[in-house]
């Protein structure tokens, strides 16, 4: 579910179509590296990302974090983020879209800031891969140092109509957000 929609903005007075989801094109720490350190240490494409320090690689893998509108469902949000996983659960994902080991649930971190929300990064998600073409899905972890997050609210909770023209009214204005997505 990835549909268009349309509503009359409070900022400026014109109707916008605007998308149902948001992406990110790089991993906050990417984005924090110098050019010269994004050409040397990392490596990116649309799905994967590595940054190799002196002590230990970091692994990236671009994901959907899915959030449903409550008073409408036929809308769900999607923001496609990335998460750090660890180097074996990111060798697993690999040999699980070559077809050569099962899918494997596990743990991540959240590796963008979601405009609108407290600090999101680092936030611990479950990780699902799905093959057949999708990007894996990710939900944040229910654990008590979290749980209140307004942003794991909104993914388990849903929000409102309301706040997805905010949020829209948000992104289609900018705000200045050094990782701020694009358009999905
Ligand atoms: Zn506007």
Redesign the pocket.
Known sequence: MHTRYSFT??????N?VCDTGCAFEVPYHYFNLSDEQQQSIATLDTDFCTIRHAQQTDYFVHAVLEMPVHDDPSLMYSWYVWVAIDEATFKAYQDFLRGTAPAQKTVGWLANQLPGYPDTLNMAVEFHPRGNGMRPLVFFQRNPQQIAHPALQDQYGGFSVLKLRTLS?HL??GTGLVDQPGAA
């Open positions: 903005c409070t900022r400026c007075g014109q916008h009214e289609v204005h």
